[in-house]
């Protein structure tokens, strides 16, 4: 009996743990305030990596999505192009902060590197919330096309806030899920 | 059929031209405004969706001259320069267009002149954001008093709804101190705490919140008036607060009436007057108070026990005591100067006057005592010598060489008195500061001589009996004045009132046998009873 129960909890656990199934389904997160408050926080570490220049400077090249929005071809595209554009944007980023971490850094630049690697992870939530396609690797090596290059931490971080604020925000904006209830 | 087509398209002209004049109005006053507070080389604003950036430069130069790149993403590309006249400013500003601007991403711009650069500028083109101002403001006034709801509809731009800040400034028509709202979002707010029956002008103006877009206050709408509710003074309200405030008047009316005499006593308070203590005194006798006292004299002993028996006994103090057996070896009687004897005043009791009664029959040994000392004042007076600097008076019992007088008591308590008012020439004692010695007993009759006071240290009076001779009197600054044909006056004592005229005989009546009692020290002086 006791055994029974003991391997019925310790089963729980485990699956508990992996999670092998399908979670069910996220309350849609429309509310741009939401994407907003990451924004925020993205500001706040661009504004403290501005000023440090030459000690946060380091040797290789980070590979970046590219942030530029021009408001008329963004229109123009649908929305699976627009969720495929972020989530690998939204995935090289975090590739590339994520490097950072392995590198010894002090410790104020350490806590804005774990602060935009749980934001990332927050806003994919986000996105998995708003039914978003998932990220899907490309299988041609057409990908850097939409990449580009970057040298130095302080941009690595401008580039983070400039995404957030463009091609994440606005695909939260539009995602169709916020405006069924709207003609 | 062509006539119409003309004019139709004269009417599109037309509205084209003003479109564009409206939107160049706009697109001028944001280039005046910006050329008023920028202090950038190239000012750079988007209006819409497109980056204007512009530069002031001299009248002759033509656009042609110059060449304006930007570049972003590795990539450069060029931009064509036109002017614009300010009739306003009288300025000529060239400017260019991005036709289609790449956002959230760094533009360098570039202005060069021959092929030499004159300017340059890096730059986001979402944080320089400048908006039209909102529109459709409207100001209506709330149902209630000193509110006003304003409403307004924002700028037409698709990607901005929801990241849009406004400030809402007010003020009374005809003042130039307006307040202001700032509000996130929404589109309209309700104004609280305004005058009642006040037209106000409202003026509103938006910004990007800057979290995601950035960019300059807008222009201020054009004043849109609304005029707050009169207040209503609700007749109900009106009527109760009338009632309730009459019948809190009547009250008030009634309970002063009811306690007017209570009231105006303790407002105004009687000056006492000691003509209910000497009855007929002022009224009969002119404050003649040597024929009142003959006239009264049989009559006031039986009174004054009475009188007495209700009132604290004045404060005596007793100089010294004369011991019975020999003037010279008068126990000292030391007494504290005035000012620390405060305490003294709590002995005065009625429980002396018991002592007093039974005392009566040694009144004729003081007397006897008395004679002695006038007979031989001087080494009494010089043993007496104070320490302190009160001034006080010594009642002499002046017997004038009269024998030993078996009459009453009150008779020899008057004797001082009498004697006192029949020698005219007797010195007045005006020492207000004790001149200690310098006066000195002698054996003038009706004398008083001063004396200082001394305290009595153990309150033991001798167990011979009341052997006090001298009465101690008040102290510094006071200036007294035995003359008979004084009058009643007050004299300023410190803290106390005296009558430097009541010299109430029922006073040393019974203080005179006093055993024991400790009367106040020299701060009063022969004080009839005070009011």
Redesign the interface.
Known sequence: MFHGSGLFAFLLMVLEWTRPGLSSPLRPICD?RVV?HF??EA?DAEAALRACKDACSIATNFTVP????????WAAMNIEEQAQEVQSGIHVLNDAISSLQASNQTDVLQSHIDASINNIASIRQVLRSLSIPEYVPPTNVGEDKEM?KVSSISELF?VHI??L???V??LV?SAPVCHQGVS | MAKMRSDRLKIVFVLCLAFVSIGGQHFESKVAQLLRDESEDIKCFVEVKDLTCFWEEERNSLPDQYTFTYSYENKIKDCVVSSLSLLASNKTVFFCKLPKTPFFTTLDVKVSRDRRMLYSRSLNAENFMFLDPPRNLTVLSSGKEGQLNVSWLPPLLKYMDDSMIYEVRYAEEGSNMGKVEVIKVSTMLVLLGLQSDTRYKVWVRVKPDGVAYKGYWSAWTEPVLGVTQPSELDPLIMLLVLFIGLILCLLSMTVILSHQKFLLKKLWPDIPTPERKFPGLFTVYKGDFKEWMSQNNSSMWGRSVHVFTEELPSPLEVLSEVSLSSHGTSQREERKPVEEDEEKESERSDSGLPDRWREPPQAHWLMEQLRTLQENPQPLSQSLLPQSHDTYVTLNQNSQGDGVREVDDVFEETLPLQTLFTTAGTPSLNTSHSDLGSLQQSSGSGRLSSQSSFEYPNHTWPPKGPGYAYMAVADSGVSMDYSPMSSSRIVELGRHRMYTNDYKNEIFLHKWPLSGEHTKSGSDFCMGPIW
Request: zero cysteines; glycine letters at 4%.
């Open positions: 741009l907003d924004i925020k500001w590219l942030t530029r929005v021009d408001f008329d071809v580009q401008q400039n995404f604020r463009g091609k925000r606005l904006a």
